[in-house]
Nanobody, 124 residues
Framework: VQLQASGGGLVQAGGSLRLSCAAS????????MGWFRQAPGKEREFVAA????????YYADSVKGRFAISRDNAKNTVYLQMNGLKPEDTALYYC??????????????????WGQGTLVTVSS
């Protein structure tokens, strides 16, 4: 299984980025997907999750209303659209996969597969 995250970069506060995560080696449409992030010196934290069908999404309170998670099962890809970026959003962003459940989960331990991370830096 491979999860390849991309789309990170340097952006000014208030700007936007779109992260992508291309999956291979798994039945993508049977997996819930999540985005997590880890800032320097901090623990990895939940950002957003989407169900296998795309019908259910969850967000951390800190990104609600600014970020949007989506997926394209035909392309085996999950996205994270990030708008209104703030310096505190600076982190390494990871995508992750877990076999589908009744509802998506937010805990890092529930996810079986992880991508390598893409760096997002927001300048003030």
């Amino acid at each position: 299984v491979q999860l390849q995250a991309s789309g990170g970069g340097l952006v000014q506060a208030g700007g936007s980025l779109r992260l992508s995560c291309a999956a291979s080696g798994l039945a993508f449409s049977s997996y819930d997907m999540g985005w997590f992030r880890q800032a320097p010196g901090k623990e990895r934290e939940f950002v957003a999750a989407i169900s296998w069908s795309g019908g259910v999404t969850y967000y951390a309170d800190s990104v609600k209303g600014r970020f949007a998670i989506s997926r394209d099962n035909a392309k085996n890809t999950v996205y994270l659209q990030m708008n209104g970026l703030k310096p505190e959003d600076t982190a390494l962003y990871y995508c992750a996969a877990t076999y589908r459940r009744r509802t998506p989960v937010v805990g890092t331990s529930a996810y079986n597969y992880w991508g390598q991370g893409t760096l997002v830096t927001v300048s003030s």
